[in-house]
């Protein structure tokens, strides 16, 4: 499978839904379409319903397969013992999170002193919330499984994996909260489908951390 160029990868799975007809040729529609393999997951499903050869059953099978994935991905977290100890473990542990979420999220794990994670915490969703009672939420959480540090995440569905204002804004308060708790903030980190962005190891913004 890891040698299958885009366009096989589809044929195959379009087979299971569509038996009897070429799905060579559908599947290079829905490349043409939609430009990437990625791109045709992340579609909507009645607008993959307008290419010739897509009916509802096949639209259907094509929008569980990123739903599919991420559960797996979080269910091999959830039955590992994780260690958030980089910006790069960080970054994988929350892409996996985010992984065919359409909307705007804000997540958070609490660590111990080790980084090893005690607890996930889904924010907020709709979008990147930074309210009194959301950040209230998370600092609860973090007093309540006695963690010595946390990282927060947000995903940009259809942006770049770079801060805002407010997004600075808002760790920047965050950190002064937790801080009068002994409660250190390790990393901001923004998602944006493949890539993220880290905060911390940002020569602009690792002053905050700091």
Not at 44 to 71: C, Q, Y
Not at 113 to 125: L, R, T
Not at 191 to 206: P, Q
């Amino acid at each position: 499978m890891k040698t299958f160029a885009d366009h096989n990868v589809l044929e195959l799975l379009l087979f299971y839904s569509i038996p009897q007809k070429d799905t060579n040729d559908i599947a290079h529609r829905l490349l043409d379409e939609f430009g990437s393999l990625s791109a045709v997951f992340d579609a909507p499903k009645d607008v993959l319903m307008n290419v010739v050869g897509i009916g509802e059953n096949t639209a259907t099978l094509i929008k569980l397969m990123p739903e599919l994935f991420s559960r797996y991905e979080q269910d091999k977290i959830k039955n590992e013992s994780i260690v958030l100890n980089s910006a790069e473990a960080a970054g994988k542990y929350f892409m996996s999170r985010f992984i065919g979420a359409n909307t705007e999220k804000l997540y958070a794990v609490c660590l111990d002193n080790n980084c090893k994670v005690k607890k996930f915490i889904e924010v907020s969703e709709g979008n990147p919330d930074y309210t009194d009672l959301n950040m209230r939420k998370l600092v609860s959480e973090a007093i309540n499984t006695n963690s010595s540090s946390v990282i927060i995440s947000h995903n940009h569905p259809s942006g770049v994996a770079a801060p805002s204002a407010a997004d600075v804004d808002a760790t920047r308060a965050l950190i002064l909260m937790l801080k009068k708790l002994g409660i250190r903030v390790n990393d901001h980190i923004i998602v944006a489908g493949k890539n993220y962005f880290s905060m911390a190891t940002s020569r602009k913004f690792e002053y905050l951390f700091m």
